[in-house]
């Protein structure tokens, strides 16, 4: 059985460890500056690919991890790490 976050997408699946061990540490940097962002394009993305619109999902994505490299850059740099 698959898990319900994989859809069949092998990259989703090799990457969740990925995921699961990182996303601790961005909110640690990041002072959990990233949650709202985080859920808000994921939705985002995930609304684009109901509708069958990978430019959108696309997009979603590219800006979600553009924006998490700016905060997460921010946040090293204040804390100094």
Known sequence: MKPPWDGGNLVVTRLMGVFKASVP??????????????????HGAADAIEAHNPTAAHDAM??????????????????GI
């Open 62 to 79: 590219y800006l979600h991890l553009a924006y998490n490299r700016n905060m997460i850059v921010e946040g090293t740099q204040t804390k």
């Open 25 to 42: 540490l961005f909110i640690d940097v990041t002072g959990k500056k990233l949650v709202e962002e985080t859920i808000h394009t994921h």
